[in-house]
């Protein structure tokens, strides 16, 4: 994630005791999000956050929470369950205010910040998937607004015929998944 050509060098960790002082002066402009980060995400044990740090101040740019979850599979008219895979449930992705929508590259602005870290959770959580749980989904709520953002990287609504609702639709977030995409190993 560090090539020499751009501005900046960021680094993922698990969030730790340790970053206290840097996760009190994250915000990325939603009250809820940043009381999460700052007050319940080091203590739940259903999930873990991983924080993506700008190297030259120590800044947290963004950070995403995970946790295991399962897709339910149902008949189309939604009746009985014909079958449930297990997801990685993205429970929260947020930038701070200060990287959205800021280009990653000193050559090309294209590419934002929280897209390289959405491909790199995304690449992560696939590799880690297949390795060690099986699972061949990711899953999270979306705001209305962010829809378009995670459809360009591959993200698809879930069609009411096909599925089950995966998670409790609440606030008028959209439920979404993205299919990990496997490599074969020799």
Known sequence: MNPSKYNYKIKSEVLADKHKPYVDNYDCGNKQINNYLQNQALHDIDSVTHIYINESNNEIIAFV?????????????????????????????????????????????TNKISDVILDDVYENTREFAFKNVGASKIILLSRPS?????????????????????????????????????????
């Not at 014909?82 to 090309?108: C, L, N, P």
């Not at 089950?164 to 998944?177: D, F, G, I, V």
């Open 65 to 109: 929470t995970l946790t295991c979850s399962a897709i339910d599979f149902c008949s189309s008219d939604g009746l009985y369950l014909s079958k449930r895979i297990s997801a990685v449930e993205m429970k929260y992705f947020a930038t701070d205010k200060k990287y959205q929508h800021r280009g990653y590259s000193s050559v090309d602005d």
């Open 146 to 186: 962010a829809v378009s953002f995670y459809k360009r990287h591959g993200f698809k609504e879930f069609d009411d015929n096909v599925f089950c609702e995966p998670l409790n639709s609440r606030q008028n977030l959209k439920a979404m998944y993205a299919d990990f995409y496997i490599e074969v190993y020799n």
